[in-house]
């Protein structure tokens, strides 16, 4: 017997849900580490439902980043390490939170795109979009549902990146403190929680190099957007602490845990 994947998983929870739910839409938010799998698992459940009879929107947290020009202001003014989008406050919460009561009601809804190999976000008439209202809501992102950690834990550095590079642990407290506020807005607004489990982040770090190095092989000629190793070591180190927070929290209060194993493949 062929054990379920994910997207099994997580299309049955939201069959059982739906089943049962009196409004539309059903906002499902999918949390799972750089290179989880996450995207892909939700692209699959937005083929299926959409082949039932549902009208699905696929949000990516990814898409919400600030436009390169605005974490550059924040690099100069708060952090110079607030260049580097991905961390909380370097997304905006205005636009997502704007998009998913957009998608409760009629009407063409654009859906926010951002382009990684440019760092930027498309221009609006690039964006995908949906006739609204959607009845299932695909909420992905490495981060999404989570919270903010105790005070006390940022005071020491997890990585060389904060021991380095925050010193005075000003970064780590402004990303806290943007997840503790304003992204609890746009969870709040999260009707189901799906986290997909890495076994440790030692294993999300190959996952991340993995994929790394599968877009240097898709890539042809121009490699300027591929990392080497070296770099995605310090990149992968500004989502650390927050990957591992979210692990030892959101267990606990997650409506659906998948615990992968190194293989991606579902342990339980």
């Not at 739906?18 to 290179?35: F, M, T, Y």
């Not at 995207?39 to 549902?54: F, P, W």
């Not at 407290?173 to 929680?193: H, S």
């Amino acid at each position: 017997m062929v054990s379920p994947s994910a997207a099994d998983l997580i299309e049955r929870a939201i069959h059982a849900r739906l089943s049962v739910w009196g409004r539309h839409p059903l906002v499902l938010g999918v949390c799972g580490s750089q290179g989880s799998g996450k995207s892909t698992v939700c692209k699959t459940l937005t083929t299926r439902l959409t082949q039932s009879g549902l009208k699905v929107a696929n949000l990516s947290l990814d898409d919400l980043y600030l436009p390169l020009a605005q974490r550059v202001t924040l690099a100069k003014h708060v952090h110079p390490l607030l260049k580097t989008r991905g961390v909380p406050g370097t997304h905006d919460i205005k636009l997502g939170v704007h998009t998913l009561h957009a998608l409760a009601h009629g009407g063409r809804v654009p859906l926010p795109r951002f382009d990684k190999a440019v760092d930027d976000r498309r221009p609006q008439e690039e964006w995908d979009s949906i006739e609204g209202p959607a009845q299932v809501v695909l909420f992905e992102g490495w981060c999404v549902g989570a919270r903010p950690q105790t005070l006390d834990a940022l005071d020491r550095p997890v990585n060389a990146l904060e021991a380095n590079e925050d010193l005075d642990g000003r970064w780590r407290r402004y990303v806290n403190d943007a997840l503790g506020g304003e992204y609890q807005r746009l969870f709040g607004k999260i009707d189901f929680l799906v986290l997909l489990a890495a076994p440790s982040f030692d294993v999300v770090l190959k996952w991340r190099t993995q994929q790394e190095h599968e877009l240097r092989a898709q890539t042809a000629g121009d490699t300027s957007g591929v990392m080497s190793d070296a770099a995605l070591v310090r990149f992968i180190q500004h989502y650390e602490r927050l990957t591992r927070h979210i692990l030892i929290d959101m267990p606990g209060r997650a409506d659906l845990v998948i615990r992968l194993g190194p293989d991606r493949s579902v342990v339980s």
